[in-house]
């Protein structure tokens, strides 16, 4: 069965235009990391340049294979631990 991990985009851009890691994100890997820790999970947090969705960012993505979270702020940390916590990647054929 494939690793379970939280995607969370870090890309920074300068001059004006929409980023994740502009808009936050590396704040909200923080919170993340301390729900997770409280829960006991160890499950990893993968920082990524870019998952292509710059205008709904911040952007992470539950991997392999599961839900895209868009627009993302620290009032959504809990239901995406949740969701991470009950994510089941499907078993590779
Ligand atoms: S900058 Fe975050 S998805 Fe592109």
Excluded: H, W
Aim: glycine share 10%.
């Amino acid at each position: 069965m494939a690793d379970k991990r939280l995607v969370v985009c870090v890309n920074e851009r300068y001059g004006g235009q929409k980023s994740c890691a502009g808009a936050g994100s590396r704040e909200l890997i923080k919170l993340l990391q301390q729900r997770l820790a409280e829960t006991g999970a160890d499950i990893p947090l993968v920082e990524q340049v870019c998952l292509g969705r710059c205008e709904e960012g911040i952007a992470m993505r539950i991997a392999p294979g599961g839900a895209f979270f868009t627009e993302v702020s620290a009032n959504d940390i809990d239901a995406i631990v949740s969701a991470l916590l009950a994510f089941e990647p499907a078993a590779k054929a």
